[in-house]
Every structure is written in C-alpha cells, then in structure tokens.
C-alpha cells in the first residue's frame, strides 16, 4: 500500500509533483485546496465556512478540514493507497491523521524551496477554472487569452495568490511546516528535495529517493 505525503509552502510546486506520481504509481491524489475549491465553486455550507479564512490567507480551522479529508480516504479507490497534497498542516491533523487512517503513511516528501522564489512564482501564477491547470503569466497574452491546455476563457488569479496574501499565507505556513517536518523526521519517514530545480528533475529526484528506479 502506497500512502504518502507531500510537505511543501505555498507555490513549492507539491502538487504538480504529487500529481506526476499518483499517475506513476496509479494511486488517487487528494489535494486539500481542490477540495476546498470544489465546495467553494458550488456554495455549499463547507464552501462558505472555508471561504472567511482561505480568502485572507488564513488556515481554514482544523475541524473543518479533518472531517473533509478522513472521509475522502476512506474511499473505495483509495484502498490501494493516496498522495496526500495540502494536508496535513498542522500536528493536530497529523495526529488526526496518524489515529483514523488504516495503514500506516510509508513516505512524507517534503519539497525545499527558499521564501524569495515562492513569492515569484506566486505571485506569477494564474489558474484555468475550466480545466485547473496551473500557468504562467509570461507564457499567456493576457488574463483574456484562452487556456492553452484546454482553449476555455477561463483564466484567473486567485485571490489567495495576490501578493499581499502571499506573504500572509508564507507567514502562517512557515512555523506550521517547520514543526511537520521535525515531526515526521522524528518517524524517519521524511525526504527532502530541492523544488528550485526543473520539475522534471524533481520528479527523478523523487522517484529515486523512493526507490522507484
């Protein structure tokens, strides 16, 4: 059974990494912010609630983001294993965690990227709403371009990544990781990878630090 994590600040690129190796090892990705986005998009109860704190910057409360994600893992495709993305971010989660999943998490990656960088690539970041896709504002011309992954005028910043926000997010996330990572170090489960390098290079990094070639 393959149960992992991915540790990484806002921007670290976790989950397009996780994202690569659930395709790899043919096990579901769960990301916590698809999630949220979900509920958001559709106005539910969960939405609205998540919406008064991810709209700042602030951590949605630990309650609302446990229930969310305990019940996910217990789906049938998960069965197999998942690639945890977003979560846990604090002990209370990964205690939560630790106690109600079955199966043990094999593998925490946490991916290393220096605050400067994060708030560049943050701030540069644009989302298709269509297709979810993660792009550049240098490789598109203009917020009024369509998508080039899937050709929809769905392209937008969020709000959490408006530069402002950014510095709160990084702020609030830096204690919160440093104290996972000491955790998880702690349960000799943890490795680290330099997210500064080409994406590519992280993947091979990370596949090789976990054996897979």
Request: hydrophobic share 40%; with cysteine.
């Amino acid at each position: 059974m393959n149960n992992l994590i991915f540790l990484g600040l806002a921007g670290a690129g976790k989950g397009t990494q996780a994202k690569m190796l659930s395709g790899f090892l043919n096990v579901p990705m769960i990301s916590s912010g698809d999630l949220f986005r979900f509920h958001l998009g559709n106005k539910t109860e969960l939405g609205i609630e998540a919406n008064k704190f991810m709209s700042t910057g602030a951590l949605v409360p630990d309650n609302i983001t446990i229930n969310m994600i305990l019940k996910r893992i217990q789906e049938q495709d998960c069965k197999e294993g998942f690639i945890l993305d977003g979560f846990p971010r604090t002990l209370d989660q990964a205690e939560s965690l630790n106690k109600s999943i079955v199966g043990d998490i094999n593998t925490v990656v946490y991916i290393e990227v220096e605050e400067t960088e994060l708030l560049r690539r943050l701030s540069d970041r644009v989302i298709c709403e269509a297709c979810n896709a993660i792009l550049s504002k240098l490789n598109i011309n203009g917020m009024d371009s369509n998508c080039p992954e899937c050709d929809n005028p769905s392209l937008s910043q969020r709000q959490d990544d408006l530069p402002e926000v950014v510095q709160n997010r990084l702020k609030t996330q830096i204690p919160l990781i440093n104290r996972l990572v000491n955790y998880y170090k702690q349960k000799e489960i943890l490795i680290s990878v330099n997210g500064q390098q080409n994406k590519d290079i992280v993947e091979f990094d990370i596949q090789t630090k976990l054996g897979l070639h």
